[in-house]
């Protein structure tokens, strides 16, 4: 813990780390929503499929990685139980329950929806308070928006070929 790196910090440290791990405990949910997806997922383009969630939950485990060494950094605690993300979680665990193709897609679909409306919050929150979350909560939305993108256009695909 750095005291100068968090006196920069123009707002309630405390307040900040909770934010933080409240989308750490997102990222985490969106990790195991994404690997499972990937295992169970049935139906047409399913290896595309399985593809674009492979690499999408390497993504939100980065992310998860990211926001804990933030947490960190600000003297803060990651979450450390498991069950407090579901406590914690603005976007929630959608259960693959249903394996095929097109309702996994729109459920991630809704997942990356949500998880955008939260980065961008973040984004507002640090803009002029926390430069340096700003910058990782700037990246992680980045890849946020391309996630929901690379999904809707593989839903797209989908819905072109049953149309056929
Ligand atoms: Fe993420
Ligand atoms: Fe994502």
């Not at 994404?34 to 939100?60: C, F, N, Q, R, S």
């Not at 926001?67 to 979450?79: S, W, Y």
């Not at 507002?124 to 430069?131: H, L, Q, R, S």
């Not at 979350?133 to 690379?150: G, S």
């Amino acid at each position: 813990m750095g005291t100068k790196g968090i006196e920069i910090v123009g707002m309630d440290v405390n307040k900040l780390l909770n934010l933080l791990n409240k989308a750490y405990s997102d990222e985490w949910l969106a990790y195991y929503q994404y690997w499972l997806g990937a295992k169970v997922v049935e139906g047409p383009m399913k290896e595309a499929v399985i593809t674009e969630l492979m690499e999408h939950a390497a993504d939100e485990l980065r992310h998860a990685d990211m926001l804990t060494d933030r947490i960190i950094q600000l003297g803060g605690t990651p979450v450390t139980e498991p069950n407090k993300w579901y406590e914690m979680t603005n976007c929630g665990y959608d259960a693959p329950d249903d394996p095929y193709v097109k309702k996994i897609l729109e459920q991630n679909i809704g997942g990356e929806q949500c998880a955008i409306g939260v980065y961008k919050s973040l984004l507002e929150t640090t803009m002029t308070k926390d430069p340096v979350t700003y910058n990782i909560v700037l990246q992680i939305l980045q890849d946020e928006v391309e996630h929901e993108e690379d999904l809707q256009s593989l839903l797209d695909d989908f819905e072109m070929m049953m149309k056929k």
